[in-house]
């Protein structure tokens, strides 16, 4: 079976954990390496969280440290919904810190695509600071990069403003370059969550799963994302699950650009349906039922 060869650019995140869950134990991908970045929280607690995941899961990934702060605007971070670590609710164990690379995210990445035989699939499941800075820096790897499948943005409402969703708000003038970079983008973002919630029930069934479903469950217990009285939305598993089934999901083709200055809007996705020049697909919906099949089934292949 061909792999689908990919590169997580993350900031774990509980949702972050499990994408990252999914991606490094299914047979059908082959993760090359994982970068982190500020966001959920600061750079040191995602780089730390990151690392915890690949020991849990023993796993070979290299993991690079990436961008502390945004291109331009100030740092905000989502402690109050992943609790203070980005990860609070299961006991990892300390992790060894000489796992980590001292090579930059962003040099790795652009040494990973260039050295790369076949194009890669980038996954971003948290502000677009590291890949904006690679498009920037070092636009020969765009050759090499098969298409973006991002988290991030909303055709409708906010999480963080009533307009804006939590990564491209922390990093519009990031968001605003990838965007406009002419590769192949899926822009994976609040609606599709919305539609498919997964229930306290489904939840409930992640502890009996495996270990990975037991640690996944700590974790949803303390997560404080939209919805919690209804669900648990996983946001980012959205972006691995699309790239594994995207005939599962409602997609619409869409002009988008993002809201860099104003007082009200700043990090707003303006999705234009009707644009006769789209730049990237729009992943709408999908339905429950089969969401959570594919969520639960995907989780299968974790220990």
């Known amino acids: 079976m061909n792999k689908h060869p990919i590169i997580i650019d993350t900031d774990p995140g509980i949702d972050d954990a499990a994408a990252i869950s999914i991606a490094l134990n299914h047979p059908a991908l082959d993760v090359k390496m994982i970068s982190t970045v500020n966001g959920n929280v600061n750079i040191d607690k995602t780089t730390a969280n990151a690392l915890k995941l690949k020991q849990f899961f023993n796993s070979d990934v290299p993991i690079y440290k990436g ?15 992943h609790g203070e670590s980005g990860m609070n609710g299961f006991n990892f164990p300390t992790v060894d810190q ?9 040099e790795a990445m652009k040494s990973i695509l260039l050295k790369s035989e076949v194009p890669i699939t980038i996954i971003p ?17 765009k050759r090499n990069i098969d298409k973006i499948i991002l988290m991030g943005g909303s055709a409708g409402r906010g999480n963080v403003t009533p307009l804006a969703e939590f990564n491209i708000f922390c990093d519009p003038e990031a968001a605003q370059i990838v965007f406009n970079s002419d590769l192949t983008i899926t822009m994976v ?3 599709v969550a919305r539609s498919s919630t997964l229930s306290h ?4 069934e992640l502890n009996t799963l495996n270990q990975t479903g037991k640690m996944l469950h ?6 404080r994302g939209d919805d919690f009285e209804k669900g648990t939305n996983v946001y980012d598993a959205y972006t691995i699950l699309y790239l594994l089934h995207p005939d599962s999901f409602v997609v619409a083709s869409a002009n988008v650009q993002i ?18 020049q789209p730049n990237c697909d729009v992943v709408l919906s999908i339905d429950s039922e089969v969401f959570k099949k594919l969520f639960l089934d995907s989780l299968k292949h974790c220990i």
């Open 125 to 141: 499941i948290g502000p677009l600071t590291n890949i904006a800075l690679l498009l920037t820096l070092y636009p020969e790897a």
């Open 259 to 276: 809201e860099t200055s104003g007082l009200l809007t700043k990090g707003a996705t303006v999705t234009d349906f009707k644009s006769p």
């Open 218 to 223: 700590q974790l949803f217990k303390h997560y």
């Open 189 to 191: 973002g609040l609606d």
């Open 98 to 106: 000489s796992e980590l690379s001292n090579i930059h995210a962003v």
């Open 67 to 81: 961008a502390a702060q945004p291109l331009l605007t100030d740092i905000v971070d989502a402690s109050v919904v």
């Open 201 to 204: 029930e489904t939840v409930d």
